[in-house]
């Protein structure tokens, strides 16, 4: 592919016009199997952005939250050509913090790549390109963070997209179920149920999910399973 010959290109979102420069702060990059939600056990490649301005008690990646490098569009593409897959998962931090990532998503797409972007729920995701697969965290009373859930985003959400619900107690779980009920969350969109990694009773959070009658996806973390907390994977 050839280089962007520009320093800073435009393009729209919601409405306005914005600046940017075609390149992204990267905490790291990799390739592994995914981990979670539907695609759970497929190989993919990760890109992980830096910067993230939610604190959850539970975060596993709080090395993203400073540091990081630029790369170009063009880098990141060449590196992600190089992978076995076409599967694209963009992370953080929160992703959706660095303006840039929505025109790439966009090049991603139609470069024939299929990107999951792994989003807080605190960022607004409207103009994300509708091939676009979101997987949006709601965040639990537990997680600390609860009031920055921005709940337009759901009127916003395809029905092949995912909400993640990260569960640190049995009262988060029931906060997650009467959410779903509330929105009719398990009839309009994809629901996952993910326990807090070795820290909750499963077994129990299993329970009470089935007994909910709700139509969520009850998720353990592959990757922890098989790498434990091995950064790069």
């Given at each position: ?5 520009v ?9 306005e016009?914005?600046?940017y ?18 695609h ?9 952005l830096?910067?993230?301005?939610l604190?959850?008690v539970y975060?596993?990646t709080?090395y ?7 790369q ?5 593409e060449a590196?992600?050509?190089?992978q076995?897959?076409?599967l ?6 929160e992703?959706l ?6 025109p ?12 999951l ?5 605190a ?7 509708p ?5 949006m ?6 997680s ?5 859930n ?8 395809k ?11 049995r ?12 929105h ?20 129990q ?27 790069g994977?």
């Amino acid at each position: 592919m050839a280089p962007i010959p520009v320093s800073e290109l435009r393009f729209e979102q919601r409405g306005e016009s914005f600046s940017y420069r075609p390149r992204l702060k990267i905490t790291e990059r990799f390739f592994s199997l995914q981990g979670e939600g539907l695609h759970a056990g497929l190989p993919c490649s990760f890109v992980r952005l830096t910067g993230c301005a939610l604190r959850c008690v539970y975060c596993d990646t709080e090395y993203a939250f400073h540091g990081g490098h630029w790369q170009s569009f063009d880098d990141l593409e060449a590196w992600l050509h190089d992978q076995p897959t076409k599967l694209v998962q963009i992370t953080g931090g929160e992703p959706l913090h660095q303006r840039a990532v929505w025109p790439w998503v966009d090049h991603l797409i139609e470069l024939g790549f299929k990107p999951l972007i792994e989003t807080s729920g605190a960022v607004s995701i409207a103009g994300l390109h509708p091939l676009a697969h979101i997987v949006m965290d709601l965040k639990t009373p537990d997680s600390g963070e609860c009031d920055r859930n921005l709940w337009s985003n759901l009127e916003q959400l395809k029905a092949t997209d995912e909400i993640k619900f990260v569960i640190c107690s049995r009262s988060d779980l029931q906060w997650a179920i009467d959410t779903i009920r509330c929105h009719e969350l398990d009839t309009r969109f994809k629901v996952l149920i993910s326990p807090e990694w070795g820290v909750v009773d499963k077994t129990q959070l299993a329970e009470d999910l089935l007994a909910s009658g709700c139509q969520a996806r009850f998720q353990l973390q592959l990757h922890k399973m098989i790498w434990q907390d091995a950064r790069g994977k």
